[in-house]
């Protein structure tokens, strides 16, 4: 059974760096075609992808959040970690992770964290 | 970037009835295009991916079509449960569109 959870500050100040953590079971990201990604979702908007790590280290951001973001994993602690730079009240959001299962099917993000409501406030 | 556009933003129908949601991208995503239903309070749950293919224990009610720039997603026959937000994301550069609320009419 796979599943995964956010955690991290609830509340950060603007201009703070904001570090979130994905701990997850069920799966290895050591395991060919596996990966993780970040999600956030601004209340009562849309989501918007963050970033994402395979199984190989590779590493996806998105552009216009890109020099502000760093994905990284541990595999032997299950975790992999999101850090945001220079937060600013527009941050404020729920942040997800997903697991990504990726192969000759396709690939799927599938299971999904409960989400981690971060508020980015002085 | 490549720019994905739903519509329409919001459709009001009854249950039982078909809902047809669409999604089109702003160039070509051949068919890495997934479909995921969220409602209040949840996180999204993945429904179709790679433009036709459901997830493990989606309803057959639920089907994709598609590819390359214009996409869709068919309700056959909505259930009570049905009534949420449907978002499609495409895989090139993973950006999410803005989603379309399935409310009850």
């Known amino acids: 059974q796979i599943t995964l959870k956010e955690s991290g500050p609830t509340l950060v100040k603007p201009t703070q760096t904001l570090t979130l953590t994905c701990t997850f079971s069920?799966?290895?990201?050591?395991?060919?075609?596996?990966?993780v990604g970040w999600i956030r979702q601004p209340p009562g908007k849309a989501l918007e992808w963050l970033a994402l790590?395979?199984?190989?280290?590779?590493?996806r951001y998105s552009p216009s959040l890109k020099s502000r973001l760093t994905i990284t994993k541990d595999t032997s602690k299950n975790q992999v970690v999101l850090t945001m730079t220079n937060m600013d009240p527009v941050d404020t959001a729920t942040y997800y992770c997903?697991?990504?299962?990726?192969?000759?099917?396709?690939?799927?993000?599938?299971?999904w964290g409960q989400g981690t409501l971060v508020t980015v406030s002085s | 970037e490549i720019v994905l556009t739903q519509s329409p933003a919001t459709l009001s129908l009854s249950p039982g009835e078909r809902a047809t949601l669409s999604c089109r991208a702003s160039q070509s995503v051949s068919s890495y295009l997934a479909w995921y239903q969220q409602k209040p309070g949840q996180a999204p749950r993945l429904l179709i991916y790679?433009?036709?293919n459901r997830a493990t224990g989606i309803p057959a009610r639920f089907s994709g079509s598609g590819s390359g720039t214009d996409f869709t997603l068919t309700i056959s026959s909505l259930e009570p449960e049905d009534f949420a937000v449907y978002y499609c994301q495409q895989r090139s550069n993973y950006t999410f569109g803005p989603g379309t609320k399935v409310d009850i009419k």
């Open positions: 069920g799966f290895s990201l050591s395991t060919s075609g596996v990966g």
């Open positions: 997903a697991h990504i299962g990726s192969g000759w099917w396709g690939e799927r993000w599938d299971y």
């Open positions: 790679d433009a036709s």
């Open positions: 790590i395979y199984w190989d280290d590779d590493k």
